[in-house]
């Protein structure tokens, strides 16, 4: 039996696009983390998230280039998916929990 995927989610903040992704994927029976890239966010990407990780989410090409630029060593065999999410959508809004699922589901 192949082991299963742990999925990463990065926004900004760790507020809203992220969690939701967590919390959807947790629901589906995944190993799922979510974190900001915002000194300020709820909760800030680590070392040990991107360790973890088989598969980074981010919603936006900033992000990525973000994670690049703080962990480069580190993500040299990780894929890192660019979902192109815009900050439009609050926590579990059905229109973002429908966008993520569709843009999701294909990598997985």
């Given at each position: 039996?192949?082991?299963?995927p742990?999925?990463?989610?990065?926004?900004?903040?760790?507020?809203?696009r992220?969690?939701?992704?967590?919390?959807?994927?947790?629901?589906k029976?995944f190993?799922a983390?979510?974190?900001?890239?915002?000194?300020?966010?709820?909760?800030?990407?680590?070392?040990k998230?991107?360790?973890w990780?088989?598969?980074?989410?981010?919603?936006?090409?900033k992000?990525?280039?973000?994670?690049?630029?703080?962990?480069?060593?580190?993500?040299?065999?990780?894929k890192?998916?660019?979902?192109?999410?815009?900050?439009?959508?609050?926590?579990?809004?059905?229109d973002?929990?429908?966008?993520l699922?569709?843009?999701?589901?294909?990598?997985?």
């Amino acid at each position: 039996m192949l082991d299963q995927p742990t999925l990463l989610f990065i926004c900004s903040r760790n507020k809203w696009r992220s969690p939701t992704a967590e919390k959807i994927y947790l629901d589906k029976g995944f190993s799922a983390r979510s974190a900001g890239t915002s000194p300020n966010a709820q909760r800030t990407v680590s070392v040990k998230d991107i360790q973890w990780s088989t598969h980074i989410f981010v919603m936006e090409n900033k992000h990525k280039q973000r994670l690049i630029a703080k962990f480069t060593r580190l993500l040299d065999y990780k894929k890192i998916v660019v979902l192109d999410i815009p900050d439009d959508y609050q926590y579990m809004d059905a229109d973002l929990v429908e966008i993520l699922h569709d843009s999701i589901e294909h990598h997985l």
